[in-house]
């Protein structure tokens, strides 16, 4: 089942992400998707993520479709502008991969090139609104007809915890007006932040155009937990959360951060209008099938494209 | 066109006075006549074109885009946003509102919301503002806004998709399609 069509059908999709490798080689994301394959709906192959140069998201892409995991290929609108965007697009879809998450992207400056010249030709609003164009349109910005048009399924993403508060739900509307059909969100590890969100999310109807991920991470170590704390932005990590974490043994932390995420995921999924959960555990994958199996999610994934 | 890089500035001109000067401003007759005439001069253009980047840099920090959003952003300059985001903030804004490109500066899209919010202005914050055309960087937008050039800068608000919209920046391309 695709990850269109289990949203379609209504049950909880659940999706992952892999991190492409640094170098010239597609097979540590084809290991990492037998891994997850049949645990998860679909797989995010970020876009060069944090502005460190990785393989080509659409290429990781490819790679975990022909390992039998539906990929979502991240698409950011830091290092391409908008003739390459749409390249891009029409590249993927001809490959088969028809899952685009759409975000804005990290500045340049926190990766390893700081020097680069940051493009952020399109926002990921008007990405996301060149994409849908591009798909029911059939045509470029330009207005030059494609032949044939691609086939895609519109993904964005959400800080539902950064401000300003008043203005993250209204943020996802204009999103969803620009044609976003799934959201993923950031870590949640305020649930109760995050149940605030969606209630404006419900107020303005969104639940009911966009199918809505929320983002599910496993701490794996003290350190990891004080680098999500302090130095990755737009993460919010709250005092009881840290304060959890931080009671157990150093070497008990990973075990802790995966009770924490299963139990997350349970209170997530009892939340009226959220459709699934995003796991952000890239380099953490083989964690994936513990915290679900204790969230009660079993693996019960169809596999896809074999 | 600027070579300044993209930083969030605090805009020096308060929000109610702003909003009463941009009803003044309104395209009209009188304006488009007058602004038809300077850009057809070729002294008068490039003084006008001067004498607006200089106040609305002193103001707002403007880089000459020449597709002013500073009527629907709370006159703070979402071209000051390094990712020159121009459909409100990413992701990565800090806890306490900063910039997380220059956490000592205030994130700009933050001070939009307060300001539009502050005069019941916040739908604004609501329109789809579409892709900009960078060959317009360096023009009058204040000539561009009164001979109606900006109209396709943004849809029409919550709940319009753009779907039938028109496409942006359109060019004749020869030879049809």
């Known amino acids: ?306 | 066109m600027t070579t300044r890089p993209p930083v969030p500035a605090h805009p020096r001109l308060g929000t109610r006075l702003a909003y009463q000067l941009q009803r003044a401003l309104r395209p009209r007759p009188g304006l488009r006549w007058l602004s038809a005439r300077i850009e057809a001069s070729g002294l008068a253009r490039p003084l006008f074109t001067k004498t607006e980047h200089h106040t609305k840099d002193t103001l707002f920090g403007c880089r000459m885009c020449g597709q002013c959003a500073l009527p629907v952003t709370g006159y703070v300059c979402p071209m000051g946003c390094p990712k020159e985001l121009r459909n409100g903030p990413c992701g990565g804004v800090g806890a306490d509102g900063s910039c997380e490109v220059y956490p000592s500066l205030r994130c700009v899209w933050v001070e939009a919301y307060e300001r539009a919010a502050s005069r019941g202005r916040a739908a604004d914050l609501r329109l789809l503002h579409l892709p900009i055309d960078h060959r317009r960087w360096g023009q009058s937008a204040w000539l561009n806004y009164w001979q109606g050039r900006d109209e396709e800068l943004w849809t029409g608000g919550a709940g319009d998709t753009g779907a039938n919209g028109p496409v942006p920046h359109r060019v004749p391309v020869l030879g049809g399609s």
């Open chain 1, 1 to 306: 089942m695709s990850l269109r069509d289990r949203l379609t059908s209504g049950s909880f999709a659940v999706t992952a992400e892999i991190s492409p490798p640094r170098g010239a080689s597609t097979d540590p994301v084809m290991e990492t998707a037998v891994l997850l394959r049949d645990w998860v709906d679909a797989v995010n192959v970020t876009d060069n993520q944090g502005s460190n140069v990785r393989l080509a998201s659409w290429a990781g892409s490819l790679a975990a479709l022909q390992a039998g995991l539906e990929p979502v290929m991240q698409m950011t609108c830091r290092d391409r502008n908008r003739i390459a965007l749409q390249s891009d697009l029409l590249g993927a879809s001809a490959l088969g991969i028809r899952n685009v998450l759409v975000m804005t992207g990290d500045h340049p400056k926190f990766g390893d090139h700081p020097e680069a010249k940051p493009v952020f030709d399109l926002d990921s609003v008007q990405l996301l609104w060149t994409l849908r164009h591009m798909r029911d349109q059939g045509a470029l910005l330009s207005g030059r007809p494609l032949k044939p048009p691609p086939d895609c399924f519109l993904g964005a993403v959400e800080n539902p915890f950064a401000p300003p508060a008043e203005f993250r739900a209204e943020r996802l509307g204009k999103k969803v007006d620009a044609g976003a059909q799934f959201v993923q969100t950031q870590f949640v590890f305020d649930v109760a932040a995050f149940q605030n969100w969606m209630v404006q999310v419900r107020d303005l109807g969104l639940h009911q155009k966009c199918y809505i991920l929320a983002g599910v991470g496993a701490v794996r170590s003290r350190n990891a937990l004080d680098f999500m704390r302090d130095k990755v932005p737009g993460v919010n990590v709250p005092d009881d959360v840290y304060r959890r974490l931080r009671a157990v043994p150093p070497d008990q932390t990973a075990a802790e951060g995966a009770r924490l995420a299963a139990e997350t995921i349970q209170q997530l999924r009892a939340t009226d209008g959220v459709a699934g959960v995003h796991l952000l555990v890239a380099g953490n994958e083989q964690a994936v099938p513990g915290i679900l199996d204790e969230a009660g999610i079993t693996a019960s994934r169809a596999e896809y494209g074999r």
